[in-house]
């Protein structure tokens, strides 16, 4: 599984393509034979995905009961948008318009990597969402954490 690590502000051209930073670009060493998935996000941004990543998920999905209807919704509405990306000659990707208009993308875009993803926020949605932050973040972790043990012990 790959863990990509950073937070980086990029500008769209004005084709709606994005510069895939050097520094992001490094952890991802075989993404011009393997290929990218951008798909929407739970709230409203947008989710990078290596395929091998997606392929995952995908294999997940389809193991669950699609004879239950909040499956066969949930199934629809998570992939709906789903869609592969590829690099050009320049290391640049194009986003959907569909899914620029799902995240309201228009030029300043945040990448901000999660464990096995990355996710693509507009920026002003971004910086919202971080200005949003718990006011006792420590107690939100033990509420997320505090039953777990460090891996370390």
Same mark, same amino acid.
């Given at each position: 599984?790959?863990?990509?690590?950073?937070?980086?502000?990029?500008? $769209?051209?004005?084709?709606?393509?994005?510069?895939?930073?050097?520094?992001?670009?490094? =952890?991802?060493?075989?993404?011009?034979?393997?290929?990218?998935? @951008?798909?929407?996000?739970?709230?409203?941004? $947008?989710? @990078?995905?290596? *395929?091998?990543?997606?392929?995952?998920?995908?294999?997940?999905?389809?193991?669950?009961?699609?004879?239950?209807?909040?499956? *066969?919704?949930?199934?629809?509405?998570?992939?709906?948008?789903?869609?592969?990306?590829?690099?050009?000659?320049?290391?640049?990707?194009?986003?959907?318009?569909? $899914?620029?208009?799902?995240?309201? @993308?228009?030029?300043?875009?945040?990448?901000?990597? =999660?464990?096995?993803? @990355?996710?693509?926020?507009? %920026?002003?949605?971004?910086?919202? %969402?971080?200005?949003?932050?718990?006011?006792?973040?420590?107690?939100?972790?033990?509420?997320?954490?505090?039953?777990? *043990?460090?891996?370390?012990?």
């Amino acid at each position: 599984m790959a863990n990509f690590l950073g937070e980086f502000e990029c500008k $769209l051209d004005v084709k709606n393509r994005l510069m895939i930073p050097g520094a992001l670009k490094k =952890q991802l060493p075989d993404v011009e034979k393997e290929g990218l998935v @951008i798909n929407r996000g739970f709230e409203k941004h $947008l989710v @990078i995905y290596t *395929r091998k990543e997606w392929d995952k998920i995908v294999d997940d999905l389809s193991k669950l009961n699609s004879y239950e209807k909040k499956t *066969r919704e949930f199934i629809r509405y998570f992939t709906r948008g789903a869609s592969e990306l590829t690099l050009d000659a320049s290391g640049r990707v194009l986003f959907p318009k569909a $899914l620029m208009e799902y995240a309201g @993308i228009k030029t300043d875009v945040v990448l901000a990597c =999660q464990f096995n993803k @990355i996710e693509v926020w507009a %920026q002003d949605a971004y910086d919202a %969402q971080m200005d949003n932050e718990p006011e006792n973040f420590a107690r939100l972790a033990e509420e997320v954490m505090g039953g777990r *043990r460090p891996a370390d012990e």
